[in-house]
Every structure is written in structure tokens, then in C-alpha cells.
């Protein structure tokens, strides 16, 4: 998985352009050129392919669309319009904390990625029940980028053919959904060259008509919106109320309910329950309603715990640091 810092181009006071990011720097190798650059402002540069090289022939991907995320409706504007004139190509919507992408053609999501931790194949695959966490942990250990982890689960037993198309398509939507609610960034519509589009075909591709996805998406942007009349963002806190005791709750409310201790947000409950923002918040409203939780905001960093806990590991790591030295590394 592809950290911040593999995408990373820096550009100083001065109009340098330095690449730090390994992965960018190995993608800008391969489009080696001339450029003109287009600074409208936002969070969006661009760069243009000089008339010279196109006029050569050169082969090179498409820029089909490409603009800023001003609005929570943004995203969904521009899948409908994708949609309704059936182009085909790599949508990436980059938010402030998520990067996503999306393979669309003939109205239809083929297959997504995103960089979310909850959002990985083998987290959606645990948050069903089709395995464990202990089962995810040690397909993780053998995947490698010629052997993926589907096909590790499957060869292990964990699961089959069925289950895993199934994940498969959870996964894409989850994506999907929570790319709909980015409401800060910018997104890119591109088609990739013929090679480099056979170079990049998916091991497994699906076909998930995009209004199907959209009206669902509606709803839960719908949803969302009356959610936050009570619970204003995914960083505040739940913590059970004095009736959490003695009420009785749903099987699926249970495990939101058990981890509501006032200090763990609603983003780190979804982390831990590997979900998502959207149905952790629509859980913590049930909760509400039937008032065996309240809610608070995080509190702020005690200084004299933190320096305690400091203290503690300084010499775990002293001696750590002390054992790689003596033996050369």
C-alpha cells in the first residue's frame, strides 16, 4: 500500500519542482517531455503535453475532465454526468485523508481502489463474517504483487470463488459510497493509453451499472445530512449513558455500544469495527434515540500523562537503538 510520501512532489517559493515520492517519480520517468504548466489555483496543477510531441504521434493518456471539489454534491455531479454519456476511463477523486479510484465503462463500475485501511478487500471481508481477523493477518503476510490476497484466501481454504466475488462487489460500493461524500479536494477523468490500459487490467472486474450506485448514493447523502443534525462529525466522542445497563439493544448496535467509552471517536470506532464513518454515524443515532449513549468532544492532550508514558518507552528504545548498533545495522 502506498504511503503520502510515494506521491509526493514538492514545489518551493521559487518555482522549483522537486519529486520525492519513489512511485511519482518512476511514473514521471515514463512520460518523459515537454510540458506546459497550468496553474489555475486550488488544489489542481496541470500540465499540458507540448503541440510539438502530439503532433508526432506520440502516444499518450487522456485528460478528460479534471476540476476542484467545492460542494458534498460535487462527486455525485460529476458520476452522473460520467454516467449518463457512458465514457469510459479511470476516475481518481482525491479528499483531504482518501485517495480513490474508480474504472468506469458503458455506464457501469468496473473495479475500485482506494488507500482507506477500511476500505482494503481483506478489512470489508472481516467486517462480513467471510473470515477472520487472524485468517486476514496471515494472507497479508504472503501477498506480494504477483500473488494477491484473494487468491491466497482462496488457496488457503478460507473462502471460495463466490465469497470473494461477493467481497468484491461489497468493496466497490463501499468505495464508491464513500467517494460520493468527499466534499473537499479535486478529481481527474482520464483514459490511459492502449498499452498502458492492457499493462493495468484489474485481476477481477465487475459490472455495477453507476445509477443503481448513484441512487443509493443519494440516499445515503440524504441520510448523512439529517444525521448531523445530532451527531455534528466523526470526531466526537460516544460514551454510554447510565441506561446503557439495563436497556436492551440490537445485536447490530451491541458492538458500537461496548466500544462507547467517551474516548474513542466515531472515525476510530469504524476504524476498530472495520466500517465506515457513514454507518458507525447511523448506529451512534440509534443509540441516541434510544438514550443509552451521549456524546462529547475529545478532550484535550494531558501533558503530564503523555510525559509519563514518554518516559516509559525511552529506555525500551535506548536499548533497542543500543542492540542495532553493536551488531552493524
Known amino acids: 500500500m502506498q504511503g503520502p510520501d510515494d506521491e509526493a512532489v514538492v514545489i518551493d517559493e521559487t518555482g522549483t519542482v522537486r519529486v520525492e515520492g519513489a512511485t511519482t517519480r518512476s511514473r514521471l520517468a515514463q512520460a518523459a517531455g515537454l ?19 502530439r ?49 468506469i465503462a458503458d455506464g457501469a463500475l468496473k473495479a475500485a481502489g482506494s488507500g482507506v485501511p477500511t476500505e482494503r478487500l481483506g478489512e470489508v471481508m472481516v467486517a462480513a463474517g467471510i473470515i477472520t481477523a487472524d485468517q ?13 490476497f484473494g487468491e491466497i484466501a482462496v488457496d488457503k481454504g478460507y473462502t471460495n470463488r463466490e465469497q470473494l466475488f461477493e467481497a468484491l462487489r461489497m468493496q466497490m460500493q463501499r468505495i464508491f459510497q464513500n467517494a460520493l461524500v468527499e466534499a473537499a479536494g479535486h478529481y481527474v477523468m482520464w483514459r490511459r493509453t492502449e498499452e498502458d490500459a492492457a499493462a493495468n487490467i484489474p485481476a477481477m472486474m465487475l459490472h455495477l451499472p453507476i445509477q443503481g450506485l448513484l441512487m443509493e448514493g443519494v440516499q445515503r447523502i440524504d441520510e448523512m445530512a439529517l444525521f448531523r443534525r445530532r451527531v455534528p462529525n466523526g470526531e466526537v466522542c460516544p460514551m454510554a449513558s447510565s441506561r446503557a445497563a439495563t436497556a436492551t439493544v440490537t445485536d447490530s448496535l451491541r458492538p458500537v455500544l461496548g466500544l462507547s467509552d467517551g474516548t474513542r471517536s466515531i472515525l476510530e470506532i469504524a476504524r476498530t469495527l472495520r466500517s465506515d464513518e457513514y454507518q458507525i454515524t447511523k448506529w451512534v443515532c440509534q443509540l441516541l434515540q434510544i438514550g443509552v449513549v451521549e ?35
Open 35 to 53: 510540458y506546459r504548466a497550468f496553474a489555475p489555483g486550488g488544489n489542481l496543477l496541470l500540465l499540458e503535453r507540448s503541440a510539438l510531441r
Open 55 to 103: 503532433e508526432q504521434g506520440e502516444k499518450h493518456a487522456q485528460v478528460l475532465m479534471a476540476g476542484d471539489i467545492v460542494t458534498s454534491t460535487t462527486v455525485l455531479e460529476v458520476m452522473s454526468f460520467v454516467a449518463q454519456n457512458r465514457w469510459h476511463g479511470e476516475l481518481r477523486i482525491d479528499g483531504p485523508d482518501a485517495s480513490r479510484w474508480l474504472q
Open 136 to 148: 486476514l493477518a496471515r494472507c497479508v503476510l504472503g501477498a506480494s504483487p504477483t500473488r494477491r
Open 295 to 329: 456524546l462529547k468532544t475529545q478532550g484535550q492532550l494531558d501533558a503530564s500523562a503523555a510525559t509519563e508514558m514518554i518516559a516509559r518507552f525511552n529506555p525500551v528504545l535506548r536499548r533497542i537503538f543500543e542492540a542495532v548498533e553493536r551488531h552493524g545495522n
